[in-house]
């Protein structure tokens, strides 16, 4: 079943890929394995997923211990300060950073592990008051703000497109976060490259794919419901 998923998503990907004229290999496919047990993601693994995407610091620590160890783990859910230790010397890439407090304790840990973290800025890019991120108008100075910080480095942004039915309704805030990317990168912000964008799930990652995304989150389709 995960097999026939993983490769219907592949050949979607390629699609999307060959409508915006982009290369297949610029885009990475992380599996949102949450909630999910082991064999499932063993399943993946086999397939070819080295990326695996969770969000709960628990549940990233136990799968950590047990899968393969060239697996990235990208944590994408709300990261609490005080779990940021935990998972410091075990995780790729950090999805979800929207505050000061929680940057400053990442840039804390990974230097007293003598490494960098890499990082993603979440923005709440339709305003959903439910949401996490920072809202676009407060990033610039965020972003100046954390660019001090040793042991971090900004790399991209993060967004949770609203849940729609038709992914279409989707595009514009996609769009707006690949100009918003192009506009701090001319910035030239020190210790802020903007090469990752981590949008598209399940429900729209061919509209994310079409509009710039270089990192696509999915769960349901590959795993079926969480459990
Ligand atoms: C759960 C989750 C996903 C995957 O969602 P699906 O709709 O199951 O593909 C992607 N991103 C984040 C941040 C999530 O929490």
Redesign the pocket.
Known sequence: MIIQNLTTIEETISESCKKANRLRQDITL?A?S?TQPLPLLLEAYEWGCRDF?E?KVQEIIEKYDKMPKDVCWHM??HLQRNKVKSIIDKVSLI??VDSLRLAQEISKQALLKKSKMSILVEINIALEPNKYGLAINELVSFLEEISELKGISVEGF?I?APFVENSEENRQYFKKLLKLSVDIKSKNIDNVIVDIL?MG???D?KVAIEEGSTLI???????GP?Q
Do not use: E
């Not at 989150?217 to 795993?223: A, D, E, L, P, V």
């Open positions: 992380i949102v949450k995407g969000n994408i859910g999805h979800s993060m949770i981590s799930m399940s429900g990652y989150r999915i769960g349901t389709s590959i795993f969480r």
